[in-house]
């Protein structure tokens, strides 16, 4: 059963870099031919679709963050990460990597989920 | 980008009754609409995919319907379980976004 988990510091000051990797087990990040990705939910926006990259390390990104944001993979170990520089409290949420369901780039559903991370920034 | 736009914002309803969730897009996105299940603490949970298509575990009395701009999703006889947060998420245009929810709460 794939699972995925994410790992990363729960509070980060304004200006700063915010750093996210996301665990998956139960399968290989570079065998299955889908994209991985990370969703963001926080009260003020809701969900919110980050960005998405495959094993090869093509990348897609919400225009609403891409300058701010890169997500890279590290298939030795079987985990993605994410980077969001010049973070501010609106980057205040809870953050989900998950599995594309269909094989095509983004955009695309989600499935399975991991359970999430609260990030929150503030000085 | 595509606003979808969930109504009703809360549906109070008894375990048994049936509940009627409706998703709205501001553009066409043909069949290109996901249901999600989200409960307190944990993530969401693919319940249809493609409008009508049932994702895997799901049980029988999820439904999904709609095409074009306006999408159902139908759960009869609800079970105690099913009382959560529901989202709609499109995927017929860039980027995929999400409606804001229905919550379905127990009467």
């Known amino acids: 059963q794939l699972q995925l988990q994410e790992s990363g510091p729960g509070l980060v000051k304004p200006s700063e870099t915010m750093s996210l990797t996301c665990s998956v087990s139960?399968?290989?990040?570079?065998?299955?031919?889908?994209?991985w990705g990370w969703v963001r939910q926080s009260p003020g926006k809701g969900l919110e679709w980050i960005g998405s990259i495959y094993y090869t390390g093509i990348t897609y990104f919400n225009p609403s963050l891409k300058s701010r944001v890169s997500i890279s993979i590290d298939t030795s170990k079987n985990q993605f990460s994410l980077t969001v520089r010049s973070v501010t409290a609106a980057d205040t949420a809870t953050y989900f990597c998950?599995?594309?369901?269909?094989?095509?780039?983004?955009?695309?559903?989600?499935?399975?989920w991991g359970q999430g991370t609260l990030v929150i920034v503030s000085s | 980008e595509i606003v979808l736009t969930q109504s009703p914002a809360t549906l109070s309803l008894s375990p048994g009754e049936r509940a009627t969730l409706s998703c709205r897009a501001n553009?066409?996105?043909?069949?290109?609409l996901a249901w999600y299940q989200q409960k307190p603490g944990q993530a969401p949970r693919l319940v249809i995919y493609?409008?009508?298509n049932r994702a895997t575990g799901i049980p029988a009395r999820f439904s999904g319907s709609g095409s074009g701009t306006d999408f159902t999703l139908t759960i009869s006889n609800i079970e105690p379980e099913d009382f959560a947060v529901y989202y709609c998420h499109q995927r017929g245009a860039w980027p995929g976004t999400f409606g804001h929810g229905t919550r379905l709460d127990i009467k």
């Open positions: 493609d409008a009508s």
């Open positions: 998950a599995r594309d369901v269909f094989l095509p780039p983004p955009p695309n559903y989600f499935d399975p």
């Open positions: 139960g399968g290989s990040i570079s065998s299955s031919g889908h994209y």
């Open positions: 553009q066409t996105i043909s069949h290109f």
